[in-house]
């Protein structure tokens, strides 16, 4: 079984930061791209970010230059550094990882998701 947990959600005013972060855990060969993704209320959900086993990188236009995303590969986890928040980027934040599974297969996994609020 494995699981994604975000956390570091939470209420910010704007021009404010946060950081965000997802541990995958369980039984699983190894982890291939991670991302982030969004969803604002009632909107469809959108991409973020995204980050390499290598560590490069590709954003989203809302958030280039606002927003880092990083991963540690020895702790399975992920990392988005939100700066200068805007209220247009208060959404529920989600992790997505593409995970090689033990049988070779790779399955894509979400989280539950964390809120995050930018109060103007």
């Known amino acids: 079984q494995v699981q994604l947990v975000e956390s570091g959600g939470g209420l910010v005013q704007a021009g404010g930061s946060l950081r965000l972060s997802c541990t995958a855990s369980g039984s699983f060969s190894r982890i291939k791209t991670m991302s982030w993704y969004r969803q604002p209320p009632g909107k469809q959900r959108e991409f973020v970010a995204a980050v390499a086993t290598s560590g490069s990188s590709n954003y989203g236009d809302a958030v280039k230059g606002r927003f880092t995303i990083s991963r540690d590969n020895a702790k399975n986890t992920m990392y988005l550094e939100m700066n200068s928040l805007e209220p247009e980027d208060t959404a529920v934040y989600y992790c997505?990882?593409?995970?090689?599974?033990?049988?070779?297969?790779?399955?894509?996994?979400w989280g539950q998701g964390t809120q995050v609020t930018v109060a103007s």
């Open positions: 997505n990882a593409e995970i090689v599974l033990v049988s070779r297969r790779t399955t894509a996994y």
